[in-house]
C-alpha cells in the first residue's frame, strides 16, 4: 500500500470535493478543466489522482453506490421480497435523479471499452441480485428480468427526468409505471 503525501492527499480530497460538486452542477460531462481550475491544481494534478473520467466518477458516486448496496444487504432477508425489491428500486432512483450525472454515467460507462465492466454497476448489481432471485423465486417478478435489467430502466427514468419541473415526482411516477409492468400486484 503507497502511502500519500499530505498534500497529494489534500489535493486528492480537494479534487473529490469539487468533482462532486461540479457533477451535481453539470453532469457526467462537468469539465475535468474547470474542476482542476476551481480546485487550486493543474489539470496533471487531476489525472495523477483520477487517470479517467470514469475512474472520477467511480470516486465521486462511489459513497452513495456503497449505501446503495448496504440497503439491498439489509433488504435481501425481508419477508416480503416483492416490497424489498420495489424499496430498493425505489432507493436507487431517488438517488439517480438527486446525483445528476451518476444515471448518464452508469449508462456510458464501458460503451467505449465492451471489455470494461461499470465498477459502479458491478456493485450494484451484486448487491442487488439477491433481491431480484428472491422476488423471482416468490413470483413477484417476471423470471425473465434480470438485475441489469432494472438498473438499466431506472437510468432510463432518471435520464428522462433531469429536466423536468420536478423530476423526484415524475420519477417515482415512471417508476411505478415500470413497476407495473415487471411486478404487477398479486
Not at 22 to 50: K, M, N, P
Request: hydrophobic share 45%; proline share 3%.
Amino acid at each position: 500500500m503507497t502511502i500519500q503525501r499530505a498534500d497529494a492527499q489534500r489535493n486528492y480530497a480537494r479534487i473529490l470535493a469539487v468533482a462532486e460538486e461540479e457533477v451535481a452542477a453539470h453532469g457526467a460531462d462537468a469539465s475535468l478543466e474547470q474542476i482542476a481550475r476551481i480546485a487550486g491544481v493543474g489539470s496533471a494534478t487531476v489525472r495523477r489522482h483520477f487517470p479517467s473520467r470514469r475512474v472520477l466518477l467511480a470516486a465521486v458516486f462511489s459513497e452513495r453506490i456503497e449505501t446503495l448496496c448496504a440497503r439491498a444487504t439489509d433488504l435481501a432477508n425481508a419477508s416480503d421480497p416483492r416490497l424489498a425489491l420495489l424499496d430498493w428500486l425505489s432507493a436507487l432512483t431517488a438517488y439517480a435523479t438527486s446525483a445528476r450525472g451518476m444515471a448518464d454515467a452508469l449508462l456510458q460507462d464501458g460503451l467505449d471499452d465492451t471489455d470494461h465492466v461499470n465498477a459502479c454497476s458491478a456493485k450494484l448489481s451484486d448487491a442487488v441480485d439477491p433481491l431480484v432471485h428472491r422476488a423471482i423465486q416468490s413470483g413477484a417478478v417476471a423470471p425473465d428480468v434480470t438485475t441489469t435489467d432494472l438498473i438499466t430502466l431506472v437510468t432510463g427514468i432518471a435520464l428522462a427526468t433531469e429536466h423536468h419541473s420536478d423530476p423526484a415526482a415524475e420519477a417515482k411516477r415512471l417508476l411505478a409505471l415500470t413497476v407495473r409492468g415487471v411486478s404487477p400486484q398479486r
